[in-house]
Every structure is written in structure tokens, then in C-alpha cells.
């Protein structure tokens, strides 16, 4: 995989209740050292955040704290009212489905250089957003969808976003590498180091991005995690096990 896609490091883990645990892994976790790629090390899960955000308002809902065929104007009335959008046709469903008709915020920036070091509050976000052009109809995939989530999670549990996947989620699943890391630029414990790949007239340059400041993607890609990890979030939440009773206890 890493000869033909041009990747530093890959890694896979599968976790089978009847065969066990197996691991590989190709490529450096580290290029500057050469450290071997690991499934065992923590790595920024980007987007797979979402599923995070998206679980945690499912939740909601079934306790009956959020409807789904809900506008956000009842959650959060006039965040979405300028531009021409209106926050009234626009429901919780449309915006775990992206197809609420919002742009992408991450279309306002030309480059990395406007926020990878930069703090971003969910309502920045979602002014870059509503400033854009509208989208083509239909399926239109857009973090700005996850921020709004996020806000309408936080509206209907009384509490953090950051708290309530800690509490529903990380808690009860032992998720020990999976955290929200805020501000905090650098990942802690052991972790691979990203990096962004650019060719230019046939020479290919390795950028180190593995610090950042993650708030810009913050319920639409905030988190950190580990293969472990994830296979236990996602055996749990495909497999219909006994997590969600558990998680929604306090």
C-alpha cells in the first residue's frame, strides 16, 4: 500500500471475539527517524469524528431530547439565518446526512497556513459557512453540517459535546488512546506523524503536519484515536451489543 500510494506509514488491526487480534503495519511512523509504522500508535482520526458526533446525537434522540425531522431553528434559533439559508427547512436528519444544502466551511481556506495554529469557536466556523455560495442540490458533503450537530447536541444534553462523548462513548467503552485534544497542538503518547505529500515538477516534498490546532474541525474531526480503539467503537456500534444501554446512563 505504501509503495503504490505513495504513503509514509500504513497500518491495519483486526479484532475477531472467535480469532483474536491481528496486526500489520508497512512503512515509518516518523520519517526524520525512520521509526517503523505501528498499529498500536495514536494517530488524528480527522472525519471519523463524525460518526462520534453522529452517535452521540442519535442518542439524544432516542431519549427523546432531540427530534430528528426537527428544524436547528428550534435548537438554535437564528444561527442559520443569513445568506439565504434558513435554519427553519433545514433539519437534524439533513445535517447527519449532508444534504441540508450548507457549503463547506473549509472552502474559505487557500491553504493550511489560515488555521492550523489558530483557536476557531463553532460560530466562526459557521460564519465562514453561511458566506459561501450555495451548494448544488442534493448530497453535499460539508464539516459545517457536524459543527451545527455538535451545538445541537450541547443544546439538548446541558452539557459539553466533548463531555457527552466522553460519558456516552470513550467511558464506557475503555477507549484509553481516544480524546479530544482542545487546543493542545501535539498528540500525547505514542503516535505516527502526519504528513502532507506534495510533487512539484518531479520532485515529491514530505510537509510534517502532525501539529495543529484541531479546533477547526472540532465535531467534525477534532478527535484522537488508535486502531484499537476504533475497532471497539465500531464492533460496538455495528454489532447491537449492550453499549448503548450503558452509555446512556450517567
Known amino acids: 500500500m505504501t509503495g503504490t500510494h505513495g504513503l509514509t506509514g500504513a497500518a491495519v488491526r ?5 480469532c483474536g487480534t491481528w496486526k500489520a503495519a508497512s512503512g515509518v511512523a516518523d520519517r526524520r527517524t525512520g521509526r517503523p509504522m505501528s498499529a498500536d500508535l495514536r494517530v488524528r482520526i480527522a472525519s471519523v469524528t463524525k460518526t462520534f458526533t453522529a452517535v452521540t446525537v442519535l442518542q439524544l434522540a432516542r431519549e427523546g431530547r432531540i427530534s430528528l425531522d426537527a428544524p436547528v431553528e428550534r435548537y438554535l434559533p437564528g444561527l442559520l439565518d443569513r445568506g439565504g439559508y434558513d435554519g427553519r427547512k433545514i433539519t ?3 445535517l447527519l446526512r449532508h444534504t441540508s444544502g450548507l457549503p463547506d466551511y473549509m472552502d474559505t481556506f487557500p491553504n493550511s497556513d ?3 495554529f489558530r483557536h476557531f ?3 466562526e466556523l459557521i460564519d465562514r459557512a453561511l458566506a459561501l455560495p450555495h451548494p448544488d442540490p442534493g448530497w453535499h458533503y460539508a464539516t459545517t453540517n457536524y459543527i451545527i450537530a455538535g451545538l445541537i447536541a450541547e443544546k439538548a444534553s446541558g452539557h459539553s459535546l466533548e463531555d457527552e462523548v466522553r460519558r456516552r462513548i470513550i467511558r464506557p467503552l475503555r477507549l484509553r488512546d481516544t480524546y479530544w485534544p482542545g487546543d493542545r497542538t501535539r498528540i500525547r503518547g505514542p503516535h505516527a506523524r502526519g504528513y502532507l505529500r506534495e510533487e512539484r515538477d518531479g520532485t515529491v516534498r514530505w510537509d510534517d503536519f502532525t501539529e495543529m ?3 477547526v474541525a472540532w465535531a467534525g474531526g477534532a478527535l484522537v484515536s488508535s486502531p484499537r480503539d476504533l475497532n471497539a467503537f465500531f464492533g ?5 451489543g449492550s ?3 450503558r452509555c446512556s446512563r450517567r
Open 243 to 245: 453499549c448503548p444501554r
Open 14 to 18: 483486526v479484532d475477531d471475539p472467535a
Open 121 to 123: 469557536e463553532p460560530g
Open 236 to 240: 460496538a456500534l455495528m454489532g447491537g
Open 92 to 94: 437534524v436528519r439533513s
Open 114 to 116: 489560515g488555521y492550523r
Open 213 to 215: 490546532n484541531t479546533t
